[in-house]
């Protein structure tokens, strides 16, 4: 793969006694929209923490655009995931005293932009995610799904390069989580954002532009 966005080399993790990540190497391209299954256990979340900087390796290296991590100190891997990163988990992670625009205004604050620019940058997305009715709304009138649109348009709303997604329909059931994939493929190719996705849903796993499957902290196909 030429110039990949992302790529590690033999990454290693261990907690106490077990081996979660062994020796694991892959690359993924601007644009693309890898998905990564296995079943619980199987190192995949692992990957993903030590992919996105969330957590460092024991060995081995993860480079985004080029920079390795392990390099960084932790005041340049904060930065790093404010410009290039975004996020989503499974437990949408929303602060339940912000509306939804608020909620995907929020990681605009360090960079000191003007309210108008802040909120006119999180309606287009919450526009984008089919929400612009529920812009005033708080996380608890929002059903399951349309807490996990805010989460990813609050994952845009930096720009970034990649989205890590840790298994983002794992609280829905299979008709919004369907809807989620739907809308995930179509911003991945509006906006060319790579996402790299961690998730059991093989509907999901089935529409990726490709897959990587673990089992015991090892990629095995």
């Known amino acids: 793969m ?5 790529y590690c080399e033999n990454l290693s993790k261990q907690y106490e006694k077990v081996l979660a990540l062994d020796d694991v190497s892959l690359s993924c391209a601007k644009g693309e ?4 299954g296995g079943a619980s256990g199987s190192g995949k979340s692992t990957l ?38 975004g996020f989503v988990f499974q437990s949408f992670n ?6 939804a625009l608020e909620n995907v205004e929020f990681p605009l ?31 608890a009138k929002l059903s399951g799904g349309e807490k996990q ?24 059931d299979s008709k919004n989580g369907a809807e989620l994939f739907t809308l995930i493929k179509r ?15 093989e509907g999901f796993i089935s529409k990726a ?4 499957r673990m089992k015991d902290g090892k990629i095995t196909g």
Do not use: C, W
């Open 33 to 36: 929209l890898l998905a990564i």
């Open 209 to 212: 532009d490709r897959v990587i």
């Open 109 to 139: 604050f360090p960079m000191k932009l003007r309210r108008n620019e802040m909120e006119e940058r999180a309606k287009k997305l919450l526009e984008a995610v089919g929400l612009h009715d529920r812009l005033s709304h708080l996380p």
């Open 48 to 85: 993903l923490s030590l992919l996105s900087g969330l957590e460092g390796a024991d060995s081995g290296e993860t480079y985004i655009e080029g920079q390795p991590l392990s390099k960084l100190s932790e005041d340049e891997l904060a930065l790093l995931r404010r410009e290039k990163i």
């Open 94 to 99: 929303l602060i339940p005293t912000l509306s």
């Open 2 to 6: 030429n110039n990949p966005i992302l």
């Open 187 to 201: 911003l991945n190719g509006e906006m060319n954002v790579t996402f790299i996705i961690v998730t059991h849903d």
């Open 149 to 172: 649109r805010v989460a990813v348009a609050r994952a845009l709303i930096n720009n970034p390069k990649i989205v890590f997604a840790d298994e983002p329909t794992g609280n829905l």
